[in-house]
């Protein structure tokens, strides 16, 4: 689908005189959208406290997932002196990549640009961060209002969205070389629903910025984000704006369900119906997706949502399942041939310096995938991040196998490297904020649950 997109432009304001005043519903404005907002709040808190909000697969679609039940969730605990030792790693790469010009944070460690959903890592960092005592509660408030306020700020494409870039020195749109870009070069929907999804549980953790997240959200031309209830995302060129459907199984569903806490009727992309289909990775059905991507490859399957909607929102009872299929064919394979397997997506030290290491991807188990569809097996990775998230959420002897396996894979005054090369063994000593966010968010979850909603 193409389309042209032009930013909508308010009506002057007309001066009010003692023979006119403002309409009612002018003055309530505020007020309808704050309670919009606790609206999409509360609806996100039905969801997660079990009440279906969304259409149910049939149920012949779920049956392959189904030959063992979902895995038993860790229970909340303190953490070990090697893991607070960890969690500090971590956050020190926050405190090294921060702008303190716009709060915001760079994608690759000194690297000055950053996405939506880096963003959303920042923002989930700052609250684990808070949560492990690593920073106090007045450190933390500070550093999500001055994040919140460069939100609010950015120049948006013509869609009125925020482009897919920014620097994150002056909030200027670029490229992804971090080249100026005028006009800006697109918008993506699951990068904007991992920033809603952290926006989520900023709301939930200091209920004082309530009004601020409403506010940058209220900016936004929410109507080009979701068309028909789908996920739509768009690239920006000299010829024009093309927009389109954005986002397979795993990534759709967590970013429709963060984009449902905002009130919003994402309720077609939280659907699996009719596009979830089993792979096969070491015996196991896994969930795929039985559309191609972008560049006519079958759609991948990796951690990174699923582990994202555990630590985050925790699992409703399907994501639950399937993420619990996933992580058994990472640990079987270890069975079957020794090699630790955590699979997920990341910077690799290489160009094209982005890799997805999928469980299923491109009609194959175990491929590597870049951005184009090019196979790179020889860069997978034994993920730290992966391996933090599993051991979180599932805390099995495997997953004790994998954070010792990635344990050494640090610098302690930089941060938590992507991983481990499978191929020869070598550090991916890539250092990013990803990385650095989902450990901080994993080992927050052992202490206390998901970010967005606190264990009983």
């Keep these: 689908?193409?389309?042209?997109?032009?930013?909508?432009?308010?009506?002057?304001?007309?001066?009010?005189?003692?023979?006119?005043?403002?309409?009612?519903?002018?003055?309530?404005?505020?007020?309808?959208?704050?309670?919009?907002?606790?609206?999409?709040?509360?609806?996100?808190?039905?969801?997660?406290?079990?009440?279906?909000l969304s259409p149910r697969p049939a149920a012949d679609a779920m049956a392959p997932f189904q030959a063992e039940a979902p895995l038993p969730l860790a229970r909340p605990r303190a953490l070990t002196a090697s893991e607070q030792a960890a969690a500090a790693i971590a956050w020190r790469y926050f405190q090294n990549n921060i702008s303190p010009q716009t709060g915001l944070v760079a994608s690759v460690d000194g690297y000055p640009s950053t996405t939506m959903w880096e963003t959303g890592g920042l923002l989930d960092a700052i609250l684990s961060a808070e949560r492990l005592g690593l920073i106090g509660p007045d450190e933390a408030?500070?550093?999500?209002?001055?994040?919140?306020?460069?939100?609010?700020?950015?120049?948006?494409?013509?869609?009125?969205?925020?482009?897919?870039?920014?620097?994150?020195?002056?909030?200027?749109?670029?490229?992804?070389?971090?080249?100026?870009?005028?006009?800006?070069?697109?918008?993506?929907?699951?990068?904007?629903?991992?920033?809603?999804?952290?926006?989520?549980?900023?709301?939930?953790?200091?209920?004082?910025?309530?009004?601020?997240?409403?506010?940058?959200?209220?900016?936004?031309?929410?109507?080009?984000?979701?068309?028909?209830?789908?996920?739509?995302?768009?690239?920006?060129?000299?010829?024009?704006?093309?927009?389109?459907?954005?986002?397979?199984?795993?990534?759709?569903?967590?970013?429709?369900?963060?984009?449902?806490?905002?009130?919003?009727?994402?309720?077609?992309?939280?659907?699996?119906?009719?596009?979830?289909?089993?792979?096969?990775?070491q015996g196991i059905a896994v969930p795929g997706d039985s559309r191609l991507n972008k560049n006519q490859v079958p759609a991948l399957v990796t951690s990174e949502p699923y582990l994202l909607d555990g630590l985050e929102f925790g699992f409703d009872a399907r994501s639950h399942l399937l993420a619990s299929q996933l992580y058994r064919a990472q640990e079987r394979r270890f069975a079957e041939t020794g090699i630790p397997t955590a699979v997920s997506e990341g910077h690799i030290t290489e160009a094209p310096y982005f890799a997805y290491a999928t469980v299923w991807g491109g009609g194959q188990d175990w491929a590597v995938l870049t951005l184009d569809g090019t196979r790179m097996d020889s860069r997978r990775t034994l993920s730290t991040k992966a391996a933090f998230g599993?051991?979180?959420?599932?805390?099995?002897?495997?997953?004790?196998?994998?954070?010792?396996?990635?344990?050494?894979?640090?610098?302690?005054?930089?941060?938590?490297?992507?991983?481990?090369?499978?191929?020869?063994?070598?550090?991916?000593s890539a250092i990013t904020a990803n990385t650095n966010a989902m450990v901080l968010t994993a080992l927050a979850y052992r202490v206390a649950g998901p970010l967005t909603r606190m264990e009983k």
Excluded: C
């Design 1 to 52: 689908m193409t389309a042209l997109f032009h930013t909508a432009r308010s009506a002057p304001a007309r001066a009010s005189s003692p023979a006119s005043s403002p309409s009612p519903l002018l003055l309530a404005r505020s007020h309808i959208a704050m309670v919009l907002g606790l609206l999409g709040g509360l609806a996100l808190v039905f969801w997660l406290e079990g009440i279906d």
């Design 141 to 281: 408030e500070a550093r999500l209002t001055l994040a919140l306020d460069s939100l609010l700020h950015l120049p948006l494409t013509e869609a009125g969205l925020p482009n897919k870039a920014y620097d994150i020195r002056d909030l200027a749109m670029v490229t992804y070389k971090n080249e100026p870009s005028k006009a800006g070069i697109g918008w993506s929907a699951l990068d904007l629903g991992r920033l809603m999804a952290a926006l989520t549980a900023v709301r939930a953790a200091h209920p004082d910025l309530a009004g601020p997240v409403q506010a940058l959200i209220g900016r936004w031309d929410l109507a080009q984000l979701l068309v028909a209830g789908e996920l739509t995302g768009g690239t920006i060129s000299q010829t024009g704006t093309i927009a389109y459907q954005e986002g397979r199984i795993g990534y759709e569903q967590y970013a429709a369900k963060a984009m449902l806490g905002f009130a919003l009727d994402a309720t077609a992309a939280l659907d699996v119906t009719g596009q979830l289909v089993p792979r096969q990775a």
């Design 390 to 428: 599993w051991d979180a959420l599932f805390d099995t002897a495997y997953t004790a196998r994998l954070v010792d396996e990635v344990a050494a894979l640090n610098d302690p005054a930089r941060g938590w490297m992507e991983g481990r090369y499978e191929a020869d063994g070598t550090p991916n």
